[in-house]
């Protein structure tokens, strides 16, 4: 059996996911922030979260929509996304943040 992939198709998922990564994770950022200086953080937290489920959603859908791969991908670029952010993120023993 000879399995063809489409590899621009991947590739296209995989930029669209990092994109949709780094929006949901600048909203969550944000959201976040805000709800910090908040009296009430539910109110910014609750409907942040839906919006940005949401979205998040709605593009993977339109994704699976183009094929196989493009879903494929666009999962592995959200995935990867979100690990180089939580390596490059790590607090350190001398502080926290980008170092």
Do not use: E, H, K, Y
């Not at 709800?35 to 959603?57: D, F, M, Y």
């Not at 993977?60 to 993120?89: D, E, Q, Y």
């Amino acid at each position: 059996m000879i399995v063809s992939i489409d590899w621009p198709l991947l590739a296209f998922g995989l930029l669209s996911g990092a994109v949709a990564g780094a929006l949901f994770f600048a909203g969550l950022a944000w959201g976040m922030r805000a709800a910090l200086r908040s009296p009430r953080p539910v109110v910014i937290l609750l409907p942040s979260a839906a919006v940005r489920i949401g979205l998040l959603l709605a593009a993977g859908a339109w994704i699976a929509g183009l094929g196989t791969a493009a879903l494929l991908g666009f999962m592995a670029g959200f995935f990867l996304f979100r690990v180089v952010m939580i390596v490059a993120w790590r607090p350190t023993p001398g502080g926290a943040g980008w170092s």
